[in-house]
């Protein structure tokens, strides 16, 4: 198996760090590559192409039907994206196709999966700490850990492992394959709540953990439930390699995905991470106040963006409770 064609269905901050690694191969002409995009999206990345640590790019730019029966199909959407986007994905997949999805969470790929069948499916992450900024999309090459994936079960070096790994060598993609990429997309699920969350209903730098008790007393709660969830679900955390207990490299003034989106004035990703665990745990009968507690917080926090409390002085009096 030789990848000769990657679609990239979302051109966010994660899909941007796919299209940046594979541009030189795309301009060597040895590898198509495009971006999936209708509608008015579609006709702002013609015009204006993907900034990228200050470089503009212009990828191809394909409806589903263009890019139907690509080798590789990266899925790098925003959580609430991926429900609208089923049906693209379905047009896009032929009998060939794989897909990865570097979506966060821990079901994407059941979602996914259930829409194309399993078998297409390539476990995968991404670790990189990018951000946007007036300019476009920044990341640091050199310290983001990149891409892992891998099989669910044996053969582990699969045809199609060895295929992503051909593509991805010799470009400035980090990546790892690993024989447990279900511990390994936990693990990052684990970092991703403890380490998003609490930062985002603070408003502060990643420094707070280090620096207040209160936040990492928060954190540590939110990780045990966590925990636990996975050890009912026979998901051995210790089995992820040493590199995934932390993320990439930050200063301390790194705001997270969750804290980006609120700082934009957008809609976050919460029900993936605290409204996922808050399921998983009624269904197995495990306690979950610590994300309870949590997803509420950022849900209001969403509503206050969304200026639900914009309160002026000819609002009706209430009294006080």
């Known amino acids: ?15 941007c760090y796919v299209l940046w690694g594979l541009a030189d191969k795309a301009a060597a002409n040895t590898l198509q590559l495009g971006v999936v995009a209708e509608g ?6 013609r015009q204006n192409g993907c900034t990228i640590n200050g470089q503009v790019y212009h990828p191809q730019v394909w409806t589903p039907q263009q890019a139907h029966g690509v080798d590789l199909l990266i899925v790098a959407l925003k959580y609430g994206a991926l429900p609208g986007a089923l049906d693209s994905i379905r047009t896009i997949v032929s009998e060939r196709t794989v897909v990865m999805s570097l979506m966060n969470g821990v079901d994407s790929e059941e979602l996914i999966a259930a829409q194309i069948g399993a078998a297409h499916v390539l476990p995968a992450l991404i670790k990189v700490a990018s951000h946007r900024t007036e300019d476009g999309v920044r990341f ?9 994936y891998g099989e669910l079960t044996a053969p582990f070096d699969s045809d199609r492992v060895q ?3 051909a593509l991805f060598a010799d470009t400035g993609i980090h990546f790892c394959v690993t024989e447990h990429i279900r511990e390994e997309i936990w693990s990052k699920f684990r970092l991703n709540v ?13 420094g707070c953990y280090s620096d207040s008790a209160h936040i990492k007393a928060i954190s540590d709660g939110l990780r ?3 925990e636990a969830i996975a050890a009912a679900k026979g998901i051995d955390l210790s089995k992820a390699a040493a590199a ?25 990703e919460i029900d993936m991470f605290s409204g996922a665990l808050m399921r ?31 309160y002026t002085a000819t609002d009706a009096v209430t009294c006080s409770r």
């Open 163 to 165: 295929a992503v790994r």
């Open 244 to 268: 995934s207990t932390h993320g990439s490299t930050v200063p301390p003034t790194a705001r997270y995905s969750t804290l980006q989106d609120l700082d934009a004035g957008r809609h976050t």
């Open 1 to 15: 198996m030789k990848i000769q064609s990657v679609a990239i269905l979302g051109a966010g901050a994660v899909g």
């Open 194 to 206: 403890c380490n998003n969350l609490p930062q985002a209903i603070l408003g502060a730098g990643v």
């Open 224 to 226: 045990r439930e966590l």
């Open 140 to 148: 640091d090459p050199e310290t983001t850990i990149g891409i892992i």
């Open 40 to 45: 008015s999206r579609a006709e702002r990345l």
């Open 280 to 310: 998983m745990g009624r269904e197995l009968g495990i306690p979950t106040p610590y994300n309870e507690y949590t997803y509420h917080m950022i849900k209001a926090l969403e509503e206050k963006n969304d200026g639900l409390f914009d």
